[in-house]
């Protein structure tokens, strides 16, 4: 296993459109991270799964915004009616143990929205 | 005001400098994380701890958990250790908080 990974690394899309990441965790993780990064900011925390359950979403993750883990193994995010503000890295991460063990992040997925 | 403070936001150094980035945080944690970023996007973990100091080759992080702070410190420093260093917290409920990163230059 070479890690996480995330596809596509870039995307570019115009407003309004609808888009879909998809990230593969480290296969032996259960948990699942979504964060999202501005330019000059550190990540912020969208949600995470334990296994395939969605356990936590932070206020970010506005109704445009869903997240699935169907089978505990990948995941997608995906963005509705993207505007403009979506703009930005997202970056996904795993881990293994079950308190806020150390996370494996993926080279993240870069989204202009133009 | 953030949950987690880093400083300073910018760093040069020269080569060999001994640097420390410190991090304060405001929420109880289960853990704290010192994480390093290259232009690129890629994050790779360096450190996790919740008490005391670890240590990995010239890197140093020590946390004082009375105090909510966090040193990260690089001895020797090199040129290839210019990337962007972020803290990071977890709490008992999974969240993690990160701070908005110390961009280091380090210049031969």
């Given at each position: 296993d070479t890690g996480v990974s995330q596809n596509p690394r870039h995307k570019i899309t115009k407003r309004g459109q609808n888009v879909t990441f998809r990230c593969d965790p480290i296969s032996e993780h259960n948990r699942l991270y979504w964060y999202r990064q501005t330019l000059g900011q550190g990540p912020e925390f969208l949600t995470y799964f334990q296994n395939e359950a969605q356990l936590e979403k932070s206020?970010?993750?506005?109704?445009r915004f869903s997240a699935e883990r169907p089978k505990g193994s990948f995941s997608t995010l995906e963005i509705q009616?993207?505007?403009?503000?979506?703009s930005a890295m997202y970056l996904c991460a795993s881990s293994?143990?079950?308190?806020?063990?150390e996370q494996y992040f993926g080279p993240g997925t870069r989204l202009t929205v133009t | 005001k953030n949950e987690v403070e880093q400083s300073p936001q910018n760093l040069t150094a020269q080569e060999g400098e001994f640097i420390t980035i410190n991090c304060s945080y405001s929420v109880g944690i289960s853990a704290l994380h010192w994480l390093q970023q290259h232009p690129g996007g890629g994050i790779v973990s360096l450190f996790m701890l919740s008490s005391g100091k670890k240590k990995h080759g010239r890197l140093i992080a020590t946390i004082n958990i009375q105090e909510k702070h966090s040193s990260l410190h690089i001895t020797?420093?090199?040129?290839?250790?210019?990337a962007v260093y972020i803290c990071a917290v977890s709490n008992t409920g999974n969240q993690f908080y990160f701070g908005t990163g110390t961009s280091l230059t380090v210049i031969p």
């Open positions: 206020r970010l993750l506005s109704d009616r993207t505007e403009q503000g979506d293994l143990s079950a308190l806020a063990g | 020797a420093s090199h040129p290839r250790d210019s």
